[in-house]
């Protein structure tokens, strides 16, 4: 069982930035891909920014230049640096990790823009 930890969360003005973290609890080895997803009430959870274990990176559309993810592999530790913030980037955010072809997800961290 994988148990992820969120920080960072909070409220900030429109164009401010935020940094998001991630990690396991335990000795967790070989997390696959790493990433960051976010939920409003009513609508599905999305993806906002993935990264694998060997650095390649996708990221929504509408984070694209705003936000960076990175990952320390030797802590199995995701970070999103999100700059430029936007009331529409108004979610719960979940750290998800893919192990031995398993998704977990953490318990979420509130980010609210106020404009």
């Known amino acids: 069982q994988v148990r992820l930890v969120e920080s960072g969360g909070g409220l900030v003005q429109a164009g401010g930035s935020l940094r998001l973290s991630c990690a396991p609890s335990?000795?967790?080895?070989?997390?696959?891909?790493m990433g960051w997803y976010r939920q409003v009430p009513g609508k599905q959870r999305e993806l906002v920014a993935i990264?694998?274990?060997?650095?390649?990176?996708n990221y929504a559309d509408s984070v694209k230049g705003r936000f960076t993810i990175s990952r320390d592999n030797a802590k199995n530790t995701v970070n999103l640096q999100m700059n430029s913030l936007k009331p529409e980037d108004t979610a719960l955010y979940y750290c998800?990790?893919?192990?031995?072809?398993?998704?977990?997800w953490g318990q979420g961290t509130q980010i609210t823009v106020s404009s």
């Open positions: 998800n990790a893919l192990y031995y072809g398993i998704n977990y």
């Open positions: 990264i694998t274990s060997g650095g390649t990176t």
């Open positions: 335990g000795s967790i080895f070989n997390i696959n891909a």
